[in-house]
């Protein structure tokens, strides 16, 4: 009989440090995301302001308009490229508003990104060629890289906040297909 319950004691001793351990592996397995690795570190990307230029010749003066759908847009791919966990939005500092990559020279431009933290770095232009035809210029460099990796040109109907959404999303998906991954 005593030797029963000293092989009780040890399966309930056993049984506990059996559950312990179970306990340490699935704290430990909630610590990682699925697949049991440590997550990437997400990537430093900025977006810069873009410069807008106007080029229609129509008579009306929309630049109140269009200084907020092209700040709108800016907005809209910061938000589409932050909701990516791959992506960590920085923000370029710069003494003058907008900070575009016209508004200062080359080397002011890719500093202050590099102050930001960003190891990407998204800017461009739009221009409104007229009533219903805009196109946008997109660039893409990398930083660490010191490599160019999207120079697209992209063209839209409308100038309304609808069609500066729609660019934006479109535009965001093309980056998002090209950025590297962490």
């Known amino acids: 009989m005593m030797h029963t319950a000293t092989s009780r004691r040890g399966l309930s001793l056993r049984g506990r440090a059996g559950a312990v351990l179970s306990m340490l592996c699935a704290v430990a397995a909630l610590s990682f995301p699925s697949g049991g690795l440590p ?7 900025a977006v810069a302001d873009f410069d ?3 080029t ?12 907020a759908r092209v700040a709108s847009f800016a907005k809209l ?3 589409n490229l932050a909701a990516q966990s791959d992506y960590r939005v920085v923000t370029i500092e710069c003494r003058d508003q907008p900070c575009t990559a016209t508004s200062m020279s080359q080397d002011v431009f890719i500093a202050a990104a590099r102050r930001a933290g960003a190891r990407l ?4 232009g739009i221009r409104k060629m007229s009533t219903l ?10 930083l660490e890289a010191e490599k ?7 063209t839209f109907r409308g100038d309304n906040d609808a069609a500066y959404r729609h660019a934006a999303n479109f535009v965001g998906d093309q980056l998002k297909e090209t ?3 962490p």
Not at 56 to 67: I, M, N, P, R, Y
Not at 148 to 154: A, G, K, N, S, Y
Request: aromatic residues 8%; negative net charge; without cysteine.
């Open 77 to 79: 791919l910061r938000d």
């Open 179 to 181: 950025m590297p991954k």
């Open 39 to 45: 997550a990437a570190t997400p990537i430093a990307v």
């Open 56 to 67: 229609s010749g129509e008579v009306a003066d929309q630049s109140a308009e269009h200084l």
């Open 133 to 142: 035809v805009q196109w946008g210029e997109i660039q893409l460099l990398d």
């Open 52 to 54: 807008y230029f106007d």
């Open 148 to 154: 160019l990796l999207m120079q697209r040109t992209v």
């Open 121 to 124: 770095v998204v800017y461009g």
